[in-house]
């Protein structure tokens, strides 16, 4: 069975950072891109960014480009997301995602995604 879990949220002042961590247990990681999804009070989950099998390739929204990096260390089984300069609109629970598909594949739509955590909430004050 495939489980991920979130961790390294909080509360930061607007300009601060902070690091997430998504730890996947089982056999797929290696064989899954992952993702960052975030859901903010009274919205629809969206897509943050994704990383392709390998850490090669990466696909960010636009609103992140910049403040926000991926990567993934295949040896630990762990994603990570360095988030920088963040703003009180960054406020969310952030979930990860991980897709059993091919090597270069970064998807940006939460159904096409095979397995979620259960969230980490970031929130930014002004």
């Known amino acids: 069975q495939v489980q991920l879990v979130e961790s390294g949220g909080g509360l930061v002042q607007a300009g601060g950072s902070l690091r997430l961590s998504c730890a996947v247990s089982?056999?797929?990681?290696?064989?899954?891109?992952m993702g960052w999804f975030r859901q903010a009070p009274g919205k629809d989950r969206e897509f943050v960014v994704a990383?392709?099998?390998?850490?090669?390739?990466?696909d960010y929204a636009d609103s992140v480009k910049g403040r926000f990096a991926i990567s993934r260390d295949n040896a630990k089984n762990t994603m990570y997301l360095q988030m920088n300069s963040l703003k009180p609109d960054d406020t969310a629970v952030y979930y990860c995602?991980?897709?059993?598909?091919?090597?270069?594949?970064?998807?940006?739509?939460?159904?096409?995604?095979?397995?979620w955590g259960r969230g980490t909430q970031v929130t930014v004050s002004s």
């Open positions: 089982g056999r797929t990681f290696g064989s899954s891109a």
């Open positions: 995602a991980a897709k059993l598909t091919t090597l270069w594949a970064v998807p940006s739509t939460t159904h096409e995604y095979d397995y």
């Open positions: 990383i392709s099998r390998t850490g090669g390739r990466a």
